[in-house]
């Protein structure tokens, strides 16, 4: 049965049902596409605020996505935005759809012992077949893999901000990740319309290793005074060609995410010059402020 609207979508034969566990930036964006590609899915958090919140952000995300590739025929995409919307299930009830689901992406907060409660649960609700994957930003999916015992049925799948826009999936494999289990992870990747690329499972994988350590020389190149950081923002978006400065970018991304990042990294690399903490970015952070996502960060987004 053909599901969806996209000519590049096809149903991955092993899966059919997906339960993506935290519905913020990451999490709506994942189960977004993970529906406009046909699979089922379930859109899990800890409350109906978060829930209700990332249908909203779905609901405007394929409002706008489908302006332009319906642009002639808008029943199409009143109609696209209603399929794709009934795909998807929100829950705070993590059981209902782990014991349905073929696949299970997290992307709850980047914080190792939150990913081992979770999985470690879900590990023994889930049938033994469903893979595990989870779209951590820094920390190596081996580690996170600990908790469970299917070690061969889990993986990474490290989606970009905004998911429905960004083409890339990096998709990583352990040690102990069987070859079947990652070939489902790459046919799952291209079902969404991804690119795939493949890394060893190190912190950061590709992207990270090189864009965090970037983001934070601009960070310790403001708190040093050699310019403002709306120049540096507007330097490498004129001089560099980058679609958002450093700042912004990290605005976008989340400043306590970030600072998980960085402050994960320091711990593994204590002697690393690269990987320092940031005394602005921690103040941010203890603010309240951590960027587009709470209305302010180094811009003002109320
Ligand atoms: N949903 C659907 N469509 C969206 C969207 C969303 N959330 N956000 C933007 N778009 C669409 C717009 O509708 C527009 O589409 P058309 O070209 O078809 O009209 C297109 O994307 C461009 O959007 P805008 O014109 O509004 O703005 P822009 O040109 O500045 O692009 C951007 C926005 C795509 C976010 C761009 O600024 C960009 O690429 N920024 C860098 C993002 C980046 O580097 N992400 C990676 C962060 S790191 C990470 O994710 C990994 C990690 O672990 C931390
Ligand atoms: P976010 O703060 O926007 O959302 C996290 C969501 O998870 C929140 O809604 C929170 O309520 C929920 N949550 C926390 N613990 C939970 C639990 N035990 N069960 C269910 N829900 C729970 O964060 P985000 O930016 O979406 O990041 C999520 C993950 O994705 C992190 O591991 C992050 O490193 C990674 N990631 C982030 C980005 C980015 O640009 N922000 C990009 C790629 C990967």
């Not at 782990?98 to 409660?117: G, P, R, T, W, Y």
């Not at 190149?221 to 560099?240: N, V």
Request: proline letters at 4%.
């Amino acid at each position: 049965i053909k599901r969806s609207f996209s000519s590049t979508s096809a149903l991955n034969r092993q899966i059919n049902s997906v339960t993506v566990i935290g519905s913020g930036l990451m999490g709506s964006g994942i189960a977004q596409v993970t529906a406009e590609a046909g699979y089922s899915v379930y859109l899990v958090d800890q409350n109906d605020t978060a829930l209700n919140k990332a249908l909203k952000t779905i609901e405007t995300s394929l409002t706008r996505s489908t302006k332009k590739k319906f642009n002639k025929e808008p029943d199409h995409a009143v109609r696209y935005i209603k399929d794709t919307m009934d795909r998807i299930v929100t829950t705070t009830k993590v059981d209902a759809g782990a014991e349905k689901s073929d696949l299970i992406i997290e992307a709850i907060v980047e914080n190792i012992q939150a990913k081992h409660d979770l999985f470690s649960k879900l590990d023994k609700i889930s049938p033994n077949t469903t893979i595990f994957t989870s779209n951590t930003s820094s920390l190596p999916i081996a580690e996170i893999a600990e908790a469970v015992s299917r070690k061969d049925k889990f993986g990474g799948l490290h989606f970009f901000n905004p998911v429905p826009v960004m083409k890339l999936l990096e998709v990583i494999k352990t040690h102990e990740t069987s070859d079947a289990t990652y070939r489902t992870l790459l046919e799952y990747g291209l079902s969404i319309g991804k690119t795939t690329v493949e890394c060893k499972d190190t912190p950061g994988f590709i992207v990270n290793r090189l864009l965090v350590p970037y983001m934070f020389e601009a960070v310790k190149m403001y708190e040093r005074g050699d310019a403002s950081f709306q120049d540096i923002d507007t330097a490498m978006k004129l001089g560099a060609g980058y679609p958002m400065g450093p700042f912004e970018l990290i605005d976008y991304v989340g400043l306590d995410t970030t600072k998980f990042i960085v402050d994960g990294w320091k711990k593994r690399f204590p002697e690393d010059p690269t990987f320092q903490s940031s005394v602005v970015i921690d103040q941010l952070v203890a603010e309240g402020r951590l960027g587009r996502k709470s209305g302010e960060g180094f811009y003002n987004y109320k």
